[in-house]
């Protein structure tokens, strides 16, 4: 069904480019990776349009790093276990909640200025945080600062070459090690890249959903990859939605930090009633998937299509100053954030699972690393506590650097990486139809109530597009919807195998979490199906 490759090939008449490491992908995950790794090896940096597209550079609330004197790591730890539900990697946890303050130091010696207040770093709260822990910059503008600082570096370092408007088709893999990626230059030459150590640093698949609060560019492409060439994904039925993205007519699902929330406002459904109280007791600041299902339930309740979110007690020279990024953009569209109510409703905003990685950032794959939203380290479980994931890329960056260090050199291949599927010519039908059909089916099917009967006929319809990987192809948008369509496969197999309800996954006819059948998690290999990976702990 899903071909080893997406386009047919021959190495031998491919011209071949030879680097160190080849990191494929620009967020955080990426050019952190990329600095540590230029310092003692030449790094060719791959990104299909700039350094600045990317989640990251859209990532509103902060970083979420033990930073204040009444905070410990052991909060942090304990915070990350309970909103991951149980399938929390536990060595994970503790590299994150340990290591991840000195990346924040890292970070800003790199160049990357965080707010302060008084003097110190200033710190917020932000959903199932027991502490401020939450650092952020230019008030809401947290992942722009950053991205800003670290592609001012790269741009220093003679040992990084960055390739933009480049796009990584497949990953080349001989007997279970990863030599390189097939690339594809803006021109439509194809080229063979090979290096000791290749890095997925490509990020998630919100653009399965068709509303998400993440970029044109995150379409799957590296957890694509890494199942066509064999590696392990695990846990893709693990979909976070963001509970508040602005929903207003014209507007795109631009994202309302949780950080607002964090700062005090409440949601109310639109007969103005605030319903929180009715759900969790930590009501507005309760686990992301707490908020959004609750959400989901005031819309149905009251048949609407969203709900409000209220900060109208908050003087305008506050909420100017800290969130400037959302009011500036509810303002385009005659929203004003500190005197009226904001229009929001859930939408996809991050894949908890991903390529499986050991606490190194190691694949099953000799020489193939994740890092970033691409992977899946166990830190994020069942759902991801708000602010962790850029915590996450630089700690496992530098340990992914670290491991590399470890690795032999590449020999030579003595025989020729080739293939040939016979493909037909593409079908007359728009990419961009097939696109928005996905994502219809995605948001129907495998949003965030599922059942059998829903998840069922989820599969049905994403059967009837698989015709298209056999197809001849050329240009960068119809190798972002083969991905786009095997991690739509991926996401709807995995929750349809898992029979309960558990952080962002809620079944509809499993409602009840249980931890005695499926305290485990769903892994899926190219050729074996969906396996399992049970936790000893609960």
Same mark, same amino acid.
């Given at each position: ?36 790794? $230029?310092?003692?090896?030449? %790094?060719?940096?791959?990104? =299909?349009? $700039? ?12 970083? #979420? ?33 340990? &290591? ?8 800003? =010696? ?9 003097? &110190? ?15 952020? #910059? ?33 990953? /080349? %893999? ?9 690339? *594809? ?21 919100? *653009? ?16 694509? /990859? ?50 929180? $109280?009715?759900?969790?007791?930590? !009501?507005? !600041? ?7 299902? #609750? ?15 209220? /900060? ?25 954030? $500190? ?45 991801? !506590? ?42 007359? *039908?728009?990419?961009? &139809? ?47 919807? +083969? ?14 195998? @898992? ?7 809620? @079944? ?5 979490? /249980? ?20 936790? +000893?702990?609960?």
């Amino acid at each position: 069904m899903i071909p080893r490759y997406l386009v047919d090939f021959s190495l031998d008449t491919l011209p071949e480019v030879k680097t160190d490491v080849i990191i494929i992908g620009a967020g955080i995950a990426g050019l952190y990776t990329a600095i540590l790794a $230029s310092k003692h090896y030449y %790094v060719t940096l791959i990104t =299909k349009k $700039s350094l600045f597209d990317s989640n990251t550079r859209y990532a509103q609330g902060g970083i #979420a790093a033990v930073i204040a004197d009444d905070d410990s790591p052991l909060y942090h730890r304990q915070d990350t276990i309970f909103a991951g539900a149980g399938l929390c990697v536990e060595g994970a946890v503790d590299a994150l909640v340990h &290591e991840g303050p000195e990346g924040v130091k890292e970070l800003m =010696k790199m160049g990357t200025t965080f707010d302060l207040e008084n003097g &110190e770093l200033a710190l917020t709260k932000e959903g199932a945080h027991s502490h401020r822990r939450i650092l952020h #910059a230019q008030g809401d503008a947290t992942g722009y600062e950053i991205v800003r600082a670290l592609a001012d570096k790269v741009g220093t370092i003679p040992n990084i070459e960055v390739w933009d408007e480049h796009f990584a088709i497949d990953l /080349m %893999v001989h007997e279970g090690e990863c030599r390189g990626a097939l690339i *594809q230059r803006p021109t439509g030459e194809r080229l063979y890249l090979t290096g000791k150590a290749t890095v997925l640093c490509t990020g998630g698949a919100g *653009q399965m959903y068709r509303y998400t609060t993440n970029p044109e560019v995150a379409t799957g492409d590296g957890i694509a /990859m890494a199942y066509r060439a064999g590696a392990v994904i695990q846990d893709m039925e693990f979909i976070q939605f963001h509970p508040t993205a602005l929903c207003y007519p014209s507007a795109p699902r631009f994202l309302v930090s949780e950080a607002v929330r964090g700062e005090g406002a409440i949601l109310r459904n639109i007969k103005g009633e605030r319903f929180m $109280s009715n759900y969790h007791p930590q !009501l507005e !600041l309760a686990p992301r998937d707490i908020v959004a299902r #609750a959400i989901v339930s005031e819309m149905e309740a009251t048949k609407s299509t969203f709900v409000y979110l209220d /900060m109208t007690h908050e003087s305008e020279e506050m909420v100017k100053h800290r969130f400037p990024t959302i009011y500036e953009t509810c303002l385009q569209y005659g929203l004003d954030l $500190s005197s009226d109510w904001i229009p929001v409703a859930p939408a996809a905003h991050y894949t908890m699972g991903g390529v499986k990685t050991d606490l190194n950032g190691e694949t099953n794959l000799t020489r193939l690393f994740a890092c970033g939203e691409a992977s899946s380290t166990g830190v994020h479980g069942a759902n991801r !506590l708000a602010s962790n994931s850029l915590s996450e890329a630089i700690v496992f960056g530098r340990r992914i650097v670290e491991c590399i260090d470890t690795l032999d050199p590449l020999l030579e291949l003595n025989t020729q990486l080739e293939y040939d599927d016979g493909r037909k010519d593409l079908s007359i *039908q728009a990419v961009v &139809e097939r696109r928005l059909k996905l994502q219809k089916v995605m948001v129907r099917y495998v949003g965030l109530h599922r059942d059998e009967q829903s998840l069922s006929k989820g599969q049905e319809e994403l059967q009837r597009q698989f015709g298209f990987l056999q197809t001849r192809l050329t240009r960068r948008e119809d190798f972002e919807f +083969a991905n786009l369509l095997t991690c739509a496969k991926l996401t709807t197999d995995s929750a349809l195998w @898992r029979q309960e309800s558990r952080g962002a996954h809620y @079944r509809l006819d499993y409602p009840e979490r /249980m931890d005695e059948h499926w305290l485990k998690h769903t892994l899926v290999q190219r050729e074996q199906g969906i396996t399992e990976e049970r936790i +000893a702990h609960v």
